[in-house]
Structure formats: structure tokens, C-alpha cells
């Protein structure tokens, strides 16, 4: 699971709404992997990134810094652009939890595969 | 309602797709044209879901864009994984996004596998939900109206041929490298078919002649795993060597007594009337009126049930005697939904129309209607010869084809269906076109603007 997918990602669990977001990121084994750097790709997923999300997901994987929010100008500023891709798209976590910050409850991460999966008791409404 | 809803679903959707999972190896699956032509027309830097993407074959059709795959089933999600695709196993009917996060979504052939409407509309809501103001949801569904083939009733169960599926990937190392793949991306011997159609490219790149779309049968070529039988013209025995040496012997090591296989196939067509779904009106698909002729070319209609009806061929049919039902690697129980309640809402469940209908072949993609006609149909039974009084005895024959095993749940959609309900039910939704691709309904909708 990389980054970028994490940022979309919400707890479902009954009753959490939008407090389900986002999820807490624990890894146990993260892998780097070497992805083309394609800049106008990434300055136009930039706007779409939930920044603290981000953030907080890179802190808890001990990453390297990430701006606290896009730099002014990043369209044109390769350094930032290079960061978040490698931030996005070239850190994937393959084992690991992500749990629900509301609830607690905790969805596996394994083999690089999030299972958000609910139990019918946790999903009927 | 909705627990028996979830139970059929379950055992007729869900737990087929984990058992058939592994032999999604080898043949490749049919990826629409225009699903593909509504990826790439994405703007670079989408963000893109693929909800019930199962083993993948979209998520790489756009590299400028970020396609997330998600499906229920964690098999399936494996494969795509393998394929190095982004994946994860979640619930379309609670999808684990936050609002409007993607732009845009593809749901295909999914939404038929629900089987309330309530359910279909929630599956349809959520993936709303998840969409940007703006963003555009592509939706395809089994149509009910098919040209070659004749749906009973709107939820059928439609059995599975695992025959046309290839031995798990462990046992059949080198089937992948036999068929090498026009697509560079799919260098990897899991070459899954669709979800819903696992061997309809095979046949359908054979038909290309006589197929009005032909565009859609260069790129069906060009992605099909069976590069032998796609050519044009290629001779009758290409499907069967395409199935590829391991396969073969599997099929043949277990040849069967042809009168013991057609006493059981008398046996499984109709339900028990005990059986709950006896008295619903869901059906299990009829044989199709085609017969299979190796002297053709463009035989093979598209379908992964075609073969089924080949397994009981006379011997006098040469190449197909080989082909007969391996043992069933897993047996659907008899278990059903615990109870059936009557309901109002157009559900299935509520009905009572006994049903005796033969078992039939899946056929996800509508045939061409040459290749379908010059199938023949094995048995003189159809539905009206069936017997309801018989059991299906499914447990006491091991070596046939458990022509109950794998059976899938569709509710195959009216013309104008989908798109009432999503006039009806979504109305965050706005149409933007629909139509009918090879059998299936299709829709285009955009999230409007001013929602939520």
C-alpha cells in the first residue's frame, strides 16, 4: 500500500462517519520501490493530497520530512515535487495495521494489501 | 431480508469467486474496450477506483493516472497484486474512502452480483459518495436481453465451468509461458479472466470475422493470453492446445463413463423442490441451444460454460473426447439461505415461482450469433422435459462436474433498468450516456456538483 493510497482511505466502521479518517498507519515492513519520476503527474495530485493525513502517515513510517504543506510555487520547484513522489508513490508498506482513530479497531495490512473488510456485526446499521 | 440477501451472496458469489480463484491463471479475460477507452480519456493525475476490479486487467490501462483496485475477494486481490497493481480487499457496500476522493470509478460487472435492489442501490450510493463533484462512474451490467441466449428470469444462478479454467498456479508452471501475451503488461503467467466471463477473449478473438466490432476484436487480440486461437482462422484444435499440455492430461486422467455422465446430468438440472430456491424465482440457466462443430473456425462462442456442454459430446466428435468433468475440487453444499421472506421491492427472495431449469454455461459476453448457433445442444432435455421430482445428488458422484458448484448469482438487468435506478434511487448521480456493449448494460454518470 503506498501513501497516496492510504490518503484516500476511512474507516467504515458503524457510527464513525468522517471521524474514520484517516486511518492510523503502523508498519512493520516497508519497501522502497523505484518509481519514474513523471513531475506533471504528481503537481496535479498534489492539490488532492489530504496534507495532515499525509503527514502523519509519513511521521509514523519515520520518513523524511515532508513540508508541512505545499510549498508556494511547488509546480515549478523539482526538490518538492521529487520528495512527494518518492513520499506517494515509491514507499510501500507491506505489512503492517491501519486502525480506525475513532473506534480502534484494526484493519490488517499484509503482503502490501490493506483489508478494510468489515464484519456484519460492525457494518449493520 | 438483508441477512438472506448477504448469505446468497456469500455462497453464490463470494465463495465462488476465493474457490475459482487460484485457477485464474491462464486464460486471459476479455477487457471492454470502452472501459478501457473511458480509462484513458481520465486527465493525467487522476485518482482512479476499480471497485470488484478482481485480478486487475483495468488497473494498469492508464499509467498517467493512480488506479486503485478493490475487490471482496482476496484471492483475486492477490493476483492483481502479483501484477503489481495497487490493490485492497474492501466492501462496495461500505466502501472505505473518504468523500469525494476519487475522480473517477469503474464498477464492472459487479453491481449484478447484489441481490436486493436495496443492496444494488447502496452499492451504487457508496461508490457515488467516494466520487469528486464532477467525476465520472462507469457502471456495466449483464443485460437480461441477450442475443444468443434466453434468460429465464432476472436472478439466475449461472454454474461455472471450471474446465475452461487452467490448473492452479502451482501446478501448472508452464501453461503461462505457452501462451504469450500481445500486452507487454501482462508478462505474467496469471492472465485472469474477467470476474464474469473467464474465457469469452479466447473464443472471441476467433470470431473476429464475423464480428461487427472489430476494433473491439484488435484489442481483444492483442490482449488475450491465447495468442494461438485468436488468429483468425486458426484451426479447431487451437483452443485445446492453448489449454496447454498439463491441462489436458489433468482432463484426460480422469475420463469418465459418457452414460454415467449423462445420467448425472439428468440428475443436477432441475432443483430439489425441497431446496428453498425451488420456490423462488431465481433460476439456473437452461442448456443453450447450440452445438459446438469443430469444423468451424469461429465455433467458440464466448463463454466459460460452452465447454461444459463439450464434456458430453459423443467420442464420434474426436478431439473433445479427452475433454471430460474433472472431479470438483470444491463442492458448493446443499446450505441456503435460512429463510426466504416474501418482499415487495422486486427482491428475489419474495417470490415463489418454482423453477426447474437445466444448467447452463456463463456467459458473460453476448456471442456472436454464428458462433453461438453452431454450438449443439448435449442433452434432448430443456427445461420443459425436466423433472422437478429429481434430486440432485451432488455429493455422491465425485467424479462429474458439479454442474451446482460455483453457480453464480446475477441479476441480469432490463433495458432501462440501471439507468431508472439511478434516476430513482441516486440522485446525486446525473446520466451522461448509456447503452448496451456485447450484452451488457452500460452507464456513464457524473457526481454532481452541488452534492452533499
Same mark, same amino acid.
Given at each position: 500500500?503506498?501513501?497516496?493510497?492510504?490518503?484516500?482511505?476511512?474507516?467504515?466502521?458503524?457510527?464513525?462517519?468522517?471521524?474514520?479518517?484517516?486511518?492510523?498507519?503502523?508498519?512493520?515492513?516497508?519497501?522502497?520501490?523505484?518509481?519514474? %519520476?513523471?513531475?506533471?503527474?504528481?503537481?496535479?495530485?498534489?492539490?488532492?493530497?489530504?496534507?495532515?493525513?499525509?503527514?502523519?502517515?509519513?511521521?509514523?513510517? +519515520?520518513?523524511?520530512?515532508?513540508?508541512?504543506?505545499?510549498?508556494?510555487?511547488?509546480?515549478?520547484?523539482?526538490? %518538492?515535487?521529487?520528495?512527494?513522489?518518492?513520499?506517494?508513490?515509491?514507499?510501500?508498506?507491506?505489512?503492517?495495521?491501519?486502525?480506525?482513530?475513532? !473506534?480502534?479497531?484494526?484493519?490488517?495490512?499484509?503482503?502490501?494489501?490493506?483489508?478494510?473488510?468489515?464484519?456484519?456485526?460492525?457494518?449493520?446499521? | 431480508?438483508?441477512?438472506?440477501?448477504?448469505? /446468497?451472496?456469500?455462497?453464490?458469489? +463470494?465463495?465462488?469467486?476465493? @474457490?475459482?480463484?487460484? $485457477?485464474?491463471?491462464?486464460?486471459?479475460?476479455?477487457?471492454?474496450?470502452?472501459?478501457?477507452? %473511458?480509462?484513458?480519456?481520465?486527465?493525467?493525475?487522476?485518482?482512479?477506483?476499480?471497485?470488484?476490479?478482481?485480478?486487475?486487467? $483495468?488497473?494498469?490501462?492508464? !499509467?498517467?493516472?493512480?488506479?486503485?483496485?478493490?475487490? $471482496?475477494?482476496?484471492?483475486?486481490?492477490?493476483?492483481?497484486?502479483?501484477?503489481?497493481?495497487?490493490?485492497?480487499?474492501?466492501?462496495?457496500?461500505?466502501?472505505?474512502?473518504?468523500?469525494?476522493?476519487?475522480?473517477?470509478?469503474?464498477?464492472?460487472?459487479?453491481?449484478?452480483? &447484489?441481490?436486493?435492489?436495496?443492496?444494488?442501490?447502496?452499492?451504487?450510493?457508496?461508490?457515488?459518495?467516494?466520487?469528486?463533484?464532477?467525476?465520472?462512474?462507469?457502471?456495466?451490467?449483464?443485460?437480461?436481453?441477450?442475443?444468443?441466449?434466453? &434468460?429465464?428470469?432476472?436472478?439466475?444462478?449461472?454454474?461455472?465451468?471450471?474446465?475452461?479454467? @487452467?490448473?492452479?498456479?502451482?501446478?501448472?508452471?508452464?501453461?503461462?509461458?505457452?501462451?504469450?501475451?500481445?500486452?507487454?503488461?501482462?508478462?505474467?503467467?496469471?492472465?485472469?479472466?474477467?470476474?464474469?466471463?473467464?474465457?469469452?477473449?479466447? &473464443?472471441?478473438?476467433?470470431?473476429?470475422?464475423?464480428?461487427? +466490432?472489430?476494433?473491439?476484436?484488435?484489442?481483444?487480440?492483442?490482449?488475450?493470453?491465447?495468442?494461438?486461437?485468436?488468429?483468425?482462422?486458426?484451426?479447431?484444435?487451437?483452443? $485445446?492446445?492453448?489449454?496447454?499440455? =498439463?491441462?489436458?492430461?489433468?482432463?484426460? =486422467?480422469?475420463?469418465?463413463?459418457?452414460?454415467?455422465?449423462?445420467?448425472?446430468?439428468?440428475?443436477?438440472?432441475?432443483?430439489?423442490?425441497?431446496?428453498?430456491?425451488?420456490?423462488?424465482?431465481?433460476?439456473?440457466?437452461?442448456?443453450?441451444?447450440?452445438?459446438?462443430? /469443430?469444423?468451424?473456425?469461429?465455433?467458440?462462442?464466448?463463454?466459460?460454460?460452452?465447454?461444459?456442454?463439450?464434456?458430453?459430446?459423443?467420442?464420434?466428435?474426436?478431439?473433445?473426447?479427452?475433454?471430460?468433468?474433472?472431479?470438483?475440487?470444491?463442492?458448493?453444499?446443499?446450505? +441456503?439461505?435460512?429463510?426466504?421472506?416474501?418482499?415487495?421491492?422486486?427482491?428475489?427472495?419474495?417470490?415463489?415461482?418454482?423453477?426447474?431449469?437445466?444448467?447452463?454455461?456463463?456467459?458473460?459476453?453476448?456471442?456472436?450469433?454464428?458462433?453461438?448457433?453452431?454450438?449443439?445442444?448435449?442433452?434432448?432435455?430443456? !427445461?420443459?422435459?425436466?423433472?422437478?421430482?429429481?434430486?440432485?445428488?451432488?455429493?455422491?458422484?465425485?467424479?462429474?462436474?458439479?454442474?451446482?458448484?460455483?453457480?453464480?448469482?446475477?441479476?441480469?438487468?432490463?433495458?432501462?433498468?440501471?439507468?431508472?435506478?439511478?434516476?430513482?434511487?441516486?440522485?446525486?448521480?446525473?446520466?451522461? =450516456? !448509456?447503452?448496451?456493449?456485447?450484452?451488457?448494460?452500460?452507464?456513464?454518470?457524473?457526481?454532481?456538483?452541488?452534492?452533499?
Amino acid at each position: 500500500m503506498r501513501l497516496l493510497t492510504h490518503n484516500l482511505l476511512s474507516s467504515h466502521v458503524r457510527g464513525v462517519g468522517p471521524r474514520g479518517f484517516p486511518p492510523r498507519l503502523q508498519a512493520t515492513e516497508v519497501r522502497i520501490n523505484p518509481v519514474e %519520476f513523471n513531475p506533471g503527474f504528481i503537481v496535479r495530485m498534489i492539490p488532492k493530497v489530504e496534507w495532515a493525513a499525509l503527514l502523519e502517515a509519513a511521521g509514523n513510517l +519515520h520518513l523524511i520530512e515532508v513540508p508541512k504543506e505545499p510549498i508556494q510555487g511547488y509546480e515549478h520547484n523539482e526538490e %518538492f515535487l521529487r520528495k512527494m513522489h518518492h513520499v506517494l508513490l515509491e514507499v510501500e508498506v507491506l505489512e503492517g495495521t491501519l486502525q480506525c482513530p475513532e !473506534s480502534g479497531r484494526v484493519f490488517p495490512l499484509s503482503r502490501g494489501i490493506p483489508n478494510m473488510q468489515l464484519r456484519d456485526e460492525e457494518t449493520e446499521t | 431480508m438483508d441477512h438472506a440477501a448477504a448469505q /446468497l451472496e456469500k455462497q453464490h458469489v +463470494h465463495d465462488v469467486y476465493e @474457490s475459482t480463484a487460484p $485457477y485464474f491463471s491462464d486464460l486471459q479475460s476479455k477487457a471492454w474496450p470502452r472501459v478501457r477507452q %473511458f480509462l484513458q480519456e481520465q486527465k493525467p493525475g487522476s485518482l482512479i477506483a476499480d471497485i470488484g476490479c478482481g485480478t486487475g486487467k $483495468y488497473l494498469k490501462v492508464n !499509467s498517467q493516472v493512480h488506479t486503485l483496485g478493490c475487490d $471482496y475477494c482476496a484471492p483475486l486481490v492477490e493476483i492483481a497484486r502479483s501484477r503489481g497493481c495497487e490493490v485492497m480487499v474492501c466492501d462496495n457496500l461500505n466502501l472505505p474512502f473518504r468523500d469525494q476522493g476519487f475522480d473517477a470509478i469503474i464498477s464492472i460487472g459487479v453491481i449484478h452480483h &447484489f441481490s436486493t435492489k436495496q443492496r444494488r442501490i447502496r452499492a451504487i450510493k457508496e461508490m457515488a459518495r467516494v466520487l469528486a463533484p464532477g467525476g465520472q462512474l462507469m457502471i456495466y451490467v449483464w443485460a437480461m436481453e441477450q442475443k444468443n441466449r434466453h &434468460f429465464e428470469k432476472q436472478d439466475v444462478l449461472v454454474p461455472w465451468n471450471k474446465a475452461l479454467c @487452467s490448473q492452479p498456479f502451482s501446478e501448472s508452471g508452464q501453461l503461462g509461458r505457452k501462451q504469450p501475451c500481445g500486452r507487454p503488461e501482462r508478462g505474467h503467467p496469471y492472465h485472469p479472466p474477467c470476474s464474469a466471463c473467464p474465457c469469452s477473449v479466447c &473464443f472471441e478473438g476467433r470470431c473476429n470475422s464475423k464480428r461487427s +466490432h472489430s476494433v473491439d476484436c484488435d484489442s481483444v487480440l492483442a490482449g488475450t493470453c491465447c495468442a494461438n486461437i485468436s488468429k483468425e482462422g486458426e484451426e479447431e484444435n487451437g483452443f $485445446y492446445n492453448t489449454l496447454g499440455k =498439463s491441462f489436458r492430461s489433468w482432463f484426460s =486422467s480422469r475420463s469418465l463413463d459418457e452414460s454415467t455422465l449423462r445420467k448425472q446430468i439428468e440428475k443436477v438440472r432441475p432443483l430439489k423442490s425441497t431446496e428453498s430456491w425451488a420456490n423462488s424465482t431465481i433460476s439456473i440457466q437452461p442448456s443453450r441451444h447450440s452445438s459446438f462443430d /469443430l469444423g468451424h473456425p469461429e465455433t467458440l462462442s464466448a463463454g466459460e460454460q460452452n465447454l461444459d456442454e463439450e464434456v458430453f459430446v459423443e467420442p464420434s466428435q474426436g478431439p473433445l473426447e479427452w475433454l471430460r468433468a474433472p472431479t470438483t475440487c470444491k463442492q458448493l453444499n446443499g446450505d +441456503h439461505p435460512g429463510v426466504i421472506r416474501r418482499n415487495g421491492d422486486g427482491n428475489f427472495l419474495g417470490g415463489t415461482n418454482a423453477q426447474e431449469s437445466c444448467v447452463d454455461e456463463d456467459n458473460f459476453e453476448e456471442s456472436t450469433a454464428s458462433g453461438s448457433k453452431s454450438w449443439r445442444r448435449i442433452s434432448a432435455a430443456d !427445461s420443459t422435459d425436466s423433472n422437478p421430482g429429481d434430486a440432485i445428488s451432488v455429493e455422491e458422484q465425485p467424479n462429474v462436474l458439479d454442474s451446482r458448484a460455483f453457480m453464480r448469482y446475477y441479476h441480469v438487468f432490463r433495458e432501462g433498468e440501471l439507468c431508472g435506478l439511478l434516476k430513482e434511487s441516486v440522485s446525486e448521480l446525473h446520466i451522461l =450516456s !448509456s447503452g448496451n456493449d456485447h450484452g451488457n448494460w452500460c452507464v456513464i454518470a457524473e457526481k454532481r456538483e452541488s452534492c452533499d
